[in-house]
Nanobody, 123 residues
Framework: VQLQASGGGLVQTGGSLRLSCAAS????????IGWFRQAPGKERDLVAA????????YYKDSVKGRFTVYTDNAEKTAYLQMNSLNPEDTAVYYC?????????????????WGQGTLVTVSS
């Protein structure tokens, strides 16, 4: 599976961005999708995840109500809609994919990674 993330950029506090993750090389509709982020000096965190069949969606507490993860199987693309951004959301964001039987809300379930896309939120 090859993943290509895009959509990062510079935004002011309170603004919105939508990240995209285009997939190729495998049946996209059977993949769990995770969005991770890594801020400078911090470990990489799972912030949102979407189970392949839509039954489970996970959000890190700090992004609940602000971020939405969803997929478009026809386009083989996953998205992370981010609203009400604040400086604490500044990080490199990565999309990842995992096999359908893997844990959705655990980083160990993800084996395919895209390159990161930088999100910077100015105060």
């Amino acid at each position: 599976v090859q993943l290509q993330a895009s959509g990062g950029g510079l935004v002011q506090t309170g603004g919105s961005l939508r990240l995209s993750c285009a997939a190729s090389g495998r049946t996209f509709s059977l993949l769990n999708i995770g969005w991770f982020r890594q801020a400078p000096g911090k470990e990489r965190d799972l912030v949102a995840a979407f189970e392949w069949n839509g039954e489970t969606t996970y959000y890190k507490d700090s992004v609940k109500g602000r971020f939405t993860v969803y997929t478009d199987n026809a386009e083989k693309t996953a998205y992370l809609q981010m609203n009400s951004l604040n400086p604490e959301d500044t990080a490199v964001y990565y999309c990842a994919a995992g096999n359908p039987r893997g844990p959705v809300a655990d980083p160990s379930g993800y084996h395919y990674w895209g390159q990161g896309t930088l999100v910077t939120v100015s105060s």
